[in-house]
């Protein structure tokens, strides 16, 4: 939405280079997570999951990594293009629960 | 293959009115969810339903309610509205729910005044 998170952590990139986006999930037990990226005016939109039975999971440009003795998520996006701008949630379910949790979200601007 | 669509964008109402929102999900999926989104809280779980049943809900007051239809399209209701509840109410479909991919529609933006 437009006003999504007014004062997110924002991480600043140039075009081309990698960005790498973190999030400390909260429940030990959850054993899937997705994220998102809502541009303004939005809902979320998916990128790429991963279970907890992986540590690293590759889409297009896109890397995932869990770390799930630190409970750390992380994603990794290859050569940032100014369409990469937006708002970048991580979600974490567990088993049987049907809901998400989700992290308060980083804001990427990508810099020309 | 239609997205998730969710009527209507934008609403606005005031205090102690009550509103209901649509989400039509993705054709065959058949778990919908609902998430109230603001600056201040980010992204909070409403309920989820499938094939017509609640099977979870958030910390929300009774105030806030839901029913999903046998074709899966869901409703979501909010009573008595307060200044508060304005926000951007999300709906997501999914195949099953649960471990399994979440696809959210643009939301419908409502104002409270």
């Known amino acids: 939405g437009e006003n999504v998170g007014l004062h997110l952590p924002t991480l600043s990139v140039q075009e081309g280079d990698n960005s790498i986006i973190n999030c400390a999930y909260s429940n030990s037990a959850s054993d899937y997570f997705i994220w998102y990226k809502q541009e303004s005016g939005k809902g979320p939109q998916f990128i790429i999951d991963?279970?907890?039975?992986?540590d690293k999971r590759q889409g297009q440009r896109v890397t995932v990594l869990l770390n799930k003795t630190v409970k750390h998520l992380s994603l990794q996006i290859a050569a940032t293009q100014p369409g990469d701008s937006a708002v970048y949630f991580c979600a974490e379910t567990s088993s049987g629960t049907y809901k998400y949790i989700f992290g308060t979200g980083t804001r990427l601007k990508v810099l020309a | 293959k239609a997205g998730v669509t969710q009527t209507p964008r934008y609403l606005i109402k005031t205090r102690g009115q009550q509103v209901t929102l649509s989400c039509s999900p993705i054709?065959?999926?058949?778990?919908v969810s609902w998430y109230q989104q603001t600056p201040g809280q980010g992204l909070q779980f409403l309920f989820e339903?499938?094939?017509?049943?609640?099977?979870n809900k958030g910390n929300f007051p009774g105030r806030f309610s839901g029913r999903q239809f046998s074709n899966s399209r869901s409703e979501m209701n909010v009573s008595t509205l307060e200044l508060g509840d304005s926000a951007l109410y999300l709906c997501a479909s999914s195949l099953r729910g649960g471990e399994a991919e979440a696809f959210f529609g643009q939301g419908t933006r409502l104002t409270v005044v």
């Open positions: 054709s065959g999926h058949r778990s």
């Open positions: 339903y499938f094939s017509e049943t609640q099977r």
């Open positions: 991963i279970r907890s039975n992986m």
